[in-house]
């Protein structure tokens, strides 16, 4: 069950975001309801908020999870790599979730900035995590890049729709079987991470479906108990789909598969 990401062992799958909580104790209390080990947090909202890391930093510390910040925000590839050498700075952390946005209405990422950015990142001795789309060509040249995992979309950011194609996803599982692929954005409901989990992804990240709950902590811990569920149902070997009708009990022949 144990997922080896970046260099460090994780007992949980669970990667989860820190905006939009109703208040920090909410959040404190999402993190521990999740028993996520890795938060990402964006710098360039932080700051503009006017707040300092200080605070929210002291508040990840104590919950004792990785941080993973992200560029969040940011339109080119200079932007994001002048914004995460500065998380570096502030967080001590070589890891940084790259987000590169190239279209205003779907929050799409911009597949040539992004890849830009990735190389620029790699050979500064960053740990990148990118988010992408599930383009499995896109993901092949981040790879190229100095990547060593991939967070393809579910959907547009925020927008809670589930996995729009898990046809692609599937394909993505299958072409690139040794990449640590954990599924970002458009996650709505736990039965979407299952579904995550049970296409074979190594871990999911979110963050709206649980902030913006009604109760967010009662929330995360549903959506840890759906990422163990669809995980273990992956390691299991979920049934094979039928045409028609089998019988579940066979009226002739042995009653056990010997």
Same mark, same amino acid.
């Given at each position: 069950m144990a997922l080896r990401i970046a260099g460090i062992e994780l007992e949980s799958r669970f990667f989860l975001g820190t905006a939009g909580y109703p208040s920090p104790q909410v959040l404190q209390d999402a993190i521990v309801s999740s028993g996520t080990q890795v938060v990402t947090v964006g710098l360039k909202r932080q700051l503009a908020a006017g707040g300092?890391? *200080?605070?929210? /930093?002291? =508040?990840?510390?104590?919950?004792?999870?990785?941080? =993973? !910040?992200? &560029?969040?925000?940011?339109r080119s590839a200079r932007e994001a790599v002048t914004l995460a050498r500065m998380a570096r700075e502030l967080f001590g952390t070589n890891w940084i979730k790259l987000e590169v946005v190239g279209d205003e209405y &779907?929050?799409? !990422?911009?597949?040539?900035?992004?890849?830009?950015?990735?190389? &620029? =990142?790699?050979?500064?001795?960053?740990?990148?995590?990118p988010y992408c789309t599930d383009d499995l060509v896109t993901c092949q040249r981040l790879l190229d890049?100095?990547? @060593?995992? =991939?967070?393809?979309?579910?959907? !547009?950011?925020?927008? *809670?729709?589930?996995?729009?194609?898990p046809t692609a996803l599937r394909t993505l599982r299958a072409r690139l079987p040794d990449v640590p692929l954990v599924v970002d954005a458009g996650i709505g409901s736990p039965k979407d991470a299952v579904q995550a989990m049970e296409l074979g992804y190594d871990a999911v990240l979110l963050n709206s479906a649980v902030a913006?709950?009604?109760? !967010?902590?009662?929330?995360? @811990?549903?959506?840890?108990?759906?990422?163990?569920?669809?995980r273990l149902? /992956?390691?299991?070997?979920?049934?094979?789909?039928?045409?028609?009708?089998v019988p579940t009990t066979p009226v002739t022949g042995r009653p056990f598969v010997l």
């Open positions: 300092g890391p *200080g605070d929210f /930093y002291k =508040l990840i510390r104590e919950s004792g999870a990785h941080l =993973l !910040p992200n &560029t969040a925000g940011c &779907t929050l799409q !990422p911009d597949p040539f900035e992004l890849v830009d950015a990735a190389r &620029t =990142l790699a050979r500064d001795g960053f740990e990148v995590f890049a100095g990547c @060593r995992i =991939l967070m393809p979309w579910g959907a !547009p950011i925020g927008s *809670g729709q589930g996995l729009l194609n913006q709950a009604h109760d !967010p902590v009662v929330m995360a @811990r549903a959506f840890r108990l759906a990422i163990e569920s669809g149902a /992956y390691e299991a070997g979920v049934m094979a789909k039928q045409e028609m009708a």
